[in-house]
């Protein structure tokens, strides 16, 4: 895939979901930031963060 800027989180997921192996752009996040204003590092930040991985043992509707 071409495009103009490099995919925001949720075109990056739906490229992903669609089987597109490869994506060229020619703006970084950064790139769209400074020179477009748009600003979505909240979100990819928020996707670094660790996930955990709830407890298997208990299920929904025991007692805590």
């Known amino acids: ?3 103009s800027a490099e995919p ?3 075109c990056a997921a739906a490229s992903y979901w669609a089987g597109i ?3 060229f752009y020619g703006a970084t ?3 769209a930031l400074e020179y477009g204003g748009f ?3 909240m979100i990819f930040a928020q996707l670094r963060h660790p996930t955990t ?3 298997a ?3 929904a509707n025991s007692p805590s």
């Open 1 to 3: 895939m071409y495009t």
């Open 8 to 10: 925001c989180p949720m």
């Open 21 to 23: 192996e490869r994506i």
């Open 29 to 31: 996040v950064d790139d």
């Open 39 to 41: 600003d979505d590092s």
């Open 53 to 55: 991985k709830p407890d």
């Open 57 to 59: 043992s208990r299920s």
